[in-house]
């Protein structure tokens, strides 16, 4: 009920003024010589073949998702019965646990496959310790400077908000400021004392450390790389705080927790949820867009063509009739809020490259040894590693995205390899466990 409402009550309310906003935005978009506001956005990534590529990765990491949402489906029907989440269907979209369905981790308690063993869900452990907002941020920034990466200014802590005020009607979504000035940096978070809120500290603190490199460049360089860039900074920082190692030594775990089979398959599977699930809700947040803005979809099959996409690339399905009527796209904050999406699947693709990068520099990780998996490694307190990412990120939007990329990973293309390698425990493992439980990977798209 409490999603319906959401629904009406943001999306269902915009449906006309959207309408009558593509129509502006690309009558924008064309002035500067743009075919659309899906080209316009486009130019960012400086490359002509930049949707083949997001398609390409997508049909590497499809296979993997295909896995994730199956085994997840099983587990869902043994929890709420087969009338509810039937075989070969696609799952309903309130039971992932989030709004959008677009990062699964609040089921993680649903679907652990060892339930009793290590939980990365350090949530009860930071609210015994009294973690607060302000603890959390402190934390954030100082696994950047351990990096020899930059503290933030006074300005930082006096002008940001990180707390929802009472009383006071905010927009809660997370997001960081620059503003231009060389001093004055904020983030703007209704922070709770949550792992997942933890995470989120983590990104935005990536955007301010990102906004500190480059504060001298000349204002049109000061940027990311692309988007995708600036999404991915925290991320990769977040990925170490979040391994085991690094929670025994901020004192989240206890230091005899074990790290054997169960708990990596544990570990793994609830980032995944995190990391795998959102890859084709990030592709069809802007799939709907291109295809909306360059008039392929007209304003009477919005929705429609939402839950079409929705089905066919995410694999799930609305638990209640939505027409015309509705406006589900409306929904979520960056279609509100105009911004432009496929930066998030760049950056969940990056930001895996960019760990593996830095754990190779901190000597964290070592491809050919296996007792040195990729997932365990934390760079915490590694100035190497800090100088690398310094080197891209004092860069920013100078040169092109990757001459960026090669100053941290030697590379100079997306490649969704080190994602792969990272969960490759996990992948073996679903593959078998959907075989046991005899789950037929896909759904029948004729609902
Ligand atoms: O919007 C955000 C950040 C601010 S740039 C909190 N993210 C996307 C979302 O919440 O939909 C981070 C990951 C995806
Ligand atoms: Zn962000």
Same mark, same amino acid.
């Given at each position: /009920?409490?999603?319906? =409402?959401?629904?009406?009550?943001?999306?269902?309310?915009?449906?006309?003024?959207?309408?009558?906003?593509v129509?502006?935005s690309?009558?924008?978009?064309?002035?500067?010589?743009?075919?659309?506001?899906?080209?316009?956005?486009?130019?960012?990534?400086?490359?002509?073949?930049?949707?083949?590529?997001?398609?390409?990765?997508?049909?590497?990491?499809?296979?993997?998702?295909?896995?994730?949402?199956?085994?997840?489906?099983?587990?869902?029907?043994?929890h709420?019965?087969?009338?509810?989440?039937?075989?070969?269907?696609?799952?309903?979209?309130?039971?992932?646990?989030?709004?959008?369905? *677009?990062?699964?981790?609040?089921?993680?308690?649903?679907?652990?496959?060892?339930?009793?063993?290590?939980?990365?869900?350090?949530?009860?452990? /930071?609210?015994? *310790?009294?973690?607060?907002?302000?603890?959390? +941020?402190?934390?954030?920034?100082? +696994?950047?400077?351990?990096?020899?990466?930059?503290?933030?200014?006074?300005?930082?802590?006096?002008?940001?908000?990180?707390?929802?005020?009472?009383?006071?009607e905010?927009?809660c979504?997370?997001?960081?400021?620059?503003?231009?000035?060389?001093?004055?940096?904020?983030?703007?978070?209704?922070?709770?004392?949550?792992?997942?809120d933890? @995470?989120?500290?983590?990104?935005?603190?990536?955007?301010? *450390?990102?906004?500190?490199?480059?504060?001298?460049?000349?204002?049109?360089? =000061?940027?990311g790389?692309?988007?995708?860039?600036?999404?991915?900074?925290?991320?990769?920082? &977040?990925?170490?705080?979040?391994?085991?190692?690094?929670?025994?030594?901020?004192?989240?775990?206890?230091?005899?927790?074990?790290?054997?089979?169960?708990?990596?398959?544990n570990?793994?599977?609830?980032?995944?949820?995190?990391?795998?699930?959102? +890859?084709?809700?990030?592709?069809?947040?802007?799939k709907?867009?291109?295809?909306? +803005?360059?008039?392929?979809?007209?304003s009477?099959?919005?929705?429609?063509h939402?839950?079409?996409?929705?089905?066919?690339?995410?694999?799930?399905?609305?638990?209640?009739?939505?027409?015309?009527?509705?406006?589900?796209?409306?929904?979520?904050?960056?279609?509100?809020? @105009?911004?432009e999406?496929?930066?998030?699947?760049?950056?969940?693709?990056?930001?895996?490259?960019?760990?593996?990068s830095?754990?190779?520099?901190a000597?964290?990780?070592?491809?050919?040894?296996?007792?040195?998996?990729?997932?365990?490694?934390?760079?915490?307190?590694?100035?190497?590693?800090?100088?690398?990412?310094?080197?891209?990120?004092?860069?920013? &939007?100078?040169?092109?995205?990757?001459? &960026?990329?090669?100053?941290?990973?030697? *590379?100079?293309?997306?490649?969704?390899? &080190?994602? =792969?390698?990272?969960?490759?425990?996990?992948?073996?493992?679903?593959?078998?466990?959907?075989?046991?439980?005899?789950?037929?990977?896909?759904?029948?798209?004729?609902?």
């Amino acid at each position: /009920m409490f999603l319906k =409402r959401w629904h009406e009550q943001s999306g269902g309310k915009m449906r006309d003024h959207y309408e009558k906003f593509v129509e502006l935005s690309n009558e924008a978009s064309r002035m500067n010589n743009f075919s659309d506001t899906g080209a316009y956005w486009l130019r960012n990534y400086e490359s002509d073949t930049f949707k083949e590529d997001i398609e390409g990765l997508w049909q590497t990491i499809r296979p993997f998702y295909l896995q994730l949402h199956a085994y997840v489906r099983a587990k869902l029907r043994d929890h709420y019965g087969e009338d509810k989440v039937p075989k070969n269907q696609p799952i309903p979209a309130h039971l992932l646990g989030n709004m959008w369905a *677009q990062t699964w981790g609040n089921i993680d308690d649903l679907v652990t496959p060892y339930p009793g063993k290590t939980s990365i869900d350090v949530t009860p452990e /930071m609210l015994k *310790q009294g973690y607060t907002p302000k603890k959390m +941020f402190e934390m954030s920034e100082e +696994f950047f400077t351990s990096m020899g990466l930059l503290p933030t200014p006074p300005e930082f802590w006096s002008g940001s908000i990180i707390e929802k005020l009472a009383g006071k009607e905010m927009v809660c979504h997370a997001s960081a400021w620059d503003f231009c000035n060389g001093k004055d940096f904020r983030i703007k978070q209704c922070t709770k004392v949550t792992m997942e809120d933890f @995470n989120v500290v983590h990104h935005e603190m990536g955007h301010i *450390q990102y906004f500190l490199q480059y504060k001298n460049l000349p204002l049109v360089y =000061r940027d990311g790389a692309n988007s995708g860039f600036h999404e991915a900074v925290g991320d990769s920082l &977040a990925l170490s705080v979040q391994t085991l190692k690094h929670l025994k030594e901020i004192g989240l775990l206890d230091k005899s927790t074990p790290q054997d089979h169960e708990a990596t398959i544990n570990y793994l599977l609830a980032t995944a949820l995190k990391k795998i699930a959102f +890859f084709p809700f990030a592709y069809i947040m802007d799939k709907w867009r291109w295809d909306v +803005f360059d008039g392929s979809v007209k304003s009477t099959d919005y929705n429609g063509h939402w839950w079409k996409l929705r089905e066919k690339y995410q694999g799930i399905r609305s638990p209640v009739t939505r027409s015309e009527n509705d406006f589900d796209p409306g929904a979520k904050y960056h279609i509100a809020a @105009n911004v432009e999406y496929i930066r998030y699947f760049v950056s969940f693709v990056i930001q895996f490259q960019f760990y593996k990068s830095l754990c190779m520099t901190a000597g964290q990780y070592d491809p050919h040894n296996r007792s040195q998996p990729l997932h365990e490694c934390d760079f915490y307190r590694n100035k190497e590693a800090g100088a690398k990412l310094r080197a891209m990120l004092a860069m920013g &939007a100078s040169r092109p995205w990757p001459e &960026a990329m090669r100053a941290v990973t030697g *590379q100079d293309r997306m490649d969704a390899s &080190a994602f =792969r390698e990272y969960f490759k425990p996990l992948e073996v493992w679903l593959i078998a466990k959907n075989k046991e439980l005899g789950e037929p990977v896909g759904w029948d798209s004729d609902q």
